[in-house]
């Protein structure tokens, strides 16, 4: 975390102002992001929905989640090689994360509310399965999961149900009968979120704080070593948009993607976001149509430099594709992605080889590399608004579980 902490030093985002001619001079030249690798993983127009990968070196695996409920999983070195491809799941797969701590195990989550975990070694064996097995024996559909750092916690997200969108908690450690079908539910959430919950994201250093974004606009942190869920409530956040995915920029800060293509940077303690961008922001080009511009994912790494955000048009001309840095309250390109054939849904770093993966709607995977080197963009200070304004009323709860 400290080397994006550092990175994020380097932003410029300030509400009314312009940058000059000197600022434009010290920021460095564009570079391009040439084609590395290219694999066509369907000939049946299934589309990738999702791409995660290891950090392991020097081959690295990426796992790849298509529109037909298929996972399939490449190790990737010199060259794109494919190991196996996982049939089990027999609904649309919301996520898919490979284990924190080992390369072998791969956790699919899928809308029939069942999140399993795959042992490579053993060709894709399910050795683990975590689904909502309470008395009642309603499925919560779900919608997003993620896993905490340790390795030892998933938490699921599900749609609206029954009047509640919930956060479901399973421990991963609990391994008594994974596989008969007993109840590994620890428990849950439902009092926090009023829709859909779209994406979660734990901390990446602290095991017990996690991070919700919903279809109702608010993103939560949760600090999950309280009693019960208004305690653990920490913090909670209005974009007044409908939140696709989010994630972490420092210890107190989180970026948001909406899905009305809008990118919002929040202060954990602030009323307000304190950068926006709008689909217009993305037309950086003279010839970019606002309404044909896409969000991609925001990747606090530092990768590249510093933090970007990865964005797309589609054209008649064809798929632009590009990664954007923040400077002086817009958005600038800071390397431009050539031969890119496809709308993007998905993105990953291998931050060790600077490769950038994308996956998208012609279900291909596509691995980037720099041609040339970044220029580090002059130092400028990440100004955060932080509004003195009184945090949103929370009524109380009731001890979840």
Same mark, same amino acid.
């Given at each position: 975390?400290? +080397?994006?902490v550092?990175?994020?030093?380097?932003?410029n985002v300030?509400?009314?102002?312009?940058?000059?001619?000197q600022d *434009?001079?010290?920021?460095?030249g564009?570079?391009?992001?040439?084609?590395?690798?290219e694999?066509?993983?369907?000939q049946?127009?299934n !589309?990738?929905?999702f791409?995660?990968? #290891?950090?392991?070196?020097?081959?690295?695996?990426?796992?790849?989640?298509?529109?037909?409920?298929s996972?399939?999983?490449?190790?990737?070195?010199e060259?794109?090689?494919q190991?196996? /491809?996982l049939?089990?799941?027999?609904?649309?797969?919301v996520g898919?994360?490979f284990?924190?701590?080992?390369?072998?195990?791969?956790?699919?989550?899928?809308?029939d509310?069942?999140? #399993?975990?795959?042992?490579?070694?053993?060709?894709? +064996?399910?050795?683990?399965?975590?689904?909502?097995?309470?008395?009642?024996?309603?499925?919560?559909p779900?919608?997003?999961f993620?896993?905490?750092?340790?390795?030892r916690?998933?938490?699921?997200? /599900?749609?609206?149900?029954?009047?509640?969108?919930?956060?479901?908690?399973?421990?991963?450690? !609990?391994?008594?009968?994974?596989?008969e079908?007993?109840?590994?539910?620890? &428990?849950?959430?439902?009092?926090?979120?009023?829709?859909?919950?779209?994406?979660?994201?734990?901390?990446?250093?602290?095991?017990?704080v996690?991070?919700?974004?919903?279809?109702?606009g608010?993103?939560n942190?949760f600090?999950?070593?309280?009693?019960?869920?208004?305690?653990?409530?920490?913090?909670?956040?209005n974009t007044?948009?409908?939140?696709?995915?989010?994630?972490?920029?420092?210890?107190?800060?989180l970026?948001? /993607?909406?899905?009305?293509? #809008?990118?919002?940077?929040?202060?954990?303690e &602030?009323?307000?976001?304190?950068?926006?961008f709008?689909?217009?922001n993305?037309?950086?080009?003279q010839?970019?149509d606002?309404?044909?511009?896409?969000?991609?994912?925001?990747?606090?790494?530092?990768?590249?430099?510093?933090?970007?955000?990865?964005?797309?048009?589609?054209?008649?001309?064809g798929?632009?594709?590009?990664?954007?840095?923040?400077?002086?309250?817009?958005l600038?390109?800071?390397?431009e992605?050539?031969? *890119? +054939?496809?709308?993007?849904?998905?993105?990953?770093?291998?931050?060790?080889? *600077?490769?950038?993966?994308?996956?998208?709607?012609?279900?291909?995977? *596509?691995?980037?590399?720099? #041609?040339?080197? /970044?220029q580090?963009?002059?130092?400028?200070k990440?100004?955060?608004?932080?509004?003195?304004?009184?945090?949103?009323?929370?009524?109380h709860r009731?001890?979840? !579980?």
């Open positions: 975390m400290s +080397k994006i550092e990175s994020l030093k380097r932003l300030e509400n009314g102002t312009r940058s000059t001619e *434009n001079e010290k920021v460095g564009k570079s391009e992001l040439a084609l590395s690798m694999e066509a993983v369907s049946d127009e !589309y990738i929905l791409v995660c990968g #290891t950090q392991s070196e020097p081959e690295f695996r990426i796992g790849a989640a298509l529109s037909d409920h996972c399939v999983i490449y190790s990737v070195g060259s794109l090689s190991m196996i /491809t049939k089990h799941n027999q609904t649309p797969i898919v994360k284990s924190p701590t080992s390369r072998n195990i791969l956790y699919t989550a899928t809308n509310g069942q999140i #399993t975990a795959c042992d490579l070694r053993a060709k894709g +064996k399910v050795v683990a399965e975590f689904k909502d097995s309470t008395e009642d024996g309603k499925t919560k779900l919608a997003s993620d896993i905490n750092c340790e390795d916690l998933i938490a699921g997200g /599900t749609e609206h149900t029954g009047g509640d969108a919930f956060i479901l908690f399973w421990d991963i450690r !609990y391994n008594g009968s994974k596989m079908n007993k109840n590994n539910l620890l &428990g849950g959430y439902w009092e926090s979120h009023m829709d859909d919950v779209t994406c979660l994201s734990f901390h990446p250093t602290k095991q017990d996690l991070a919700s974004g919903s279809t109702d608010l993103m942190m600090d999950l070593t309280q009693a019960s869920e208004d305690l653990a409530l920490t913090c909670s956040l007044e948009s409908s939140v696709d995915r989010l994630g972490w920029l420092t210890d107190d800060s970026w948001c /993607t909406t899905h009305t293509h #809008t990118l919002q940077l929040w202060n954990c &602030g009323a307000s976001a304190y950068a926006t709008t689909r217009s993305l037309a950086v080009s010839n970019d606002p309404d044909s511009c896409y969000l991609v994912r925001f990747h606090a790494t530092n990768a590249f430099g510093q933090p970007f955000l990865l964005a797309g048009s589609s054209t008649a001309k798929e632009n594709l590009r990664c954007l840095n923040i400077k002086k309250n817009r600038e390109t800071c390397h992605i050539v031969e *890119n +054939k496809q709308i993007v849904r998905d993105s990953w770093i291998h931050e060790k080889s *600077n490769c950038l993966v994308t996956v998208g709607e012609r279900g291909i995977i *596509n691995v980037w590399r720099q #041609t040339e080197a /970044t580090q963009n002059s130092p400028s990440l100004l955060t608004k932080i509004s003195n304004g009184k945090s949103r009323d929370r009524h009731t001890k979840p !579980y």
